[in-house]
């Protein structure tokens, strides 16, 4: 449209366009291999597990642990991405949940949550490095500027956790 309809476009422009969509795609690619990588890496070294069982042995009450299991995902979503830390956290940290006596819906919301949160926070957040990207901000600019969107997402984090019904108003409606 912006190249026939429009007439912004040339077909140079499109050529340079499509070239800078290939390098910004290969980067991410790049990023996501390394984290399945380490996830891999992670997982074939027991790191979940053996934090799975740090928490389990705790005997702390539910609140603490699933604080803690935030913190633990939070730092985990900074590091890998979602797709992976779900693939190998969620089958690790679900029967923790279930034994707590948490909703398995609510549980993945909250997992879900963090993970996501992780995306835009420093220092390896994948939508940091897109966004550098296609906006060539430098870090010094963008990291303080993401501060206040933290702040809010762990504070909306806190609410869905310790009050299951925002997460599962809607549960009864669905079936």
Known sequence: ??????REVT????????????ILTAAIFVIVSVAGLFGWLLMIGGGPGAA????????????????????????????IDTGTALLVLSPLLLPIGKALGVDPIHFGVIVVMNLTIGTFTPPFGLNIF?????????????YP?????????????M??????????FLLPYLW
């Not at 005997?59 to 803690?68: H, T």
């Not at 060539?136 to 600019?141: D, G, H, L, M, R």
């Not at 500027?145 to 984090?157: E, N, S």
């Open 1 to 6: 449209m912006a190249a026939f309809i429009y």
């Open 11 to 22: 077909f140079r422009d499109i050529f340079d366009i499509a070239a800078r969509t290939v």
């Open 52 to 79: 799975a069982n740090f928490i389990q042995q705790l005997n702390a009450p539910p609140w603490v642990v699933l604080l803690l299991i935030n913190a633990f995902l939070l730092l985990v979503g900074c590091f």
């Open 130 to 142: 897109v966004f550098q990207a296609m906006f060539k901000t430098p870090s010094a600019i963008l």
């Open 145 to 157: 500027g993401l501060v206040p969107f933290i702040i809010l997402a762990v504070g909306a984090l």
């Open 159 to 168: 609410l869905v956790t310790y009050i299951p019904t925002l997460s599962l």
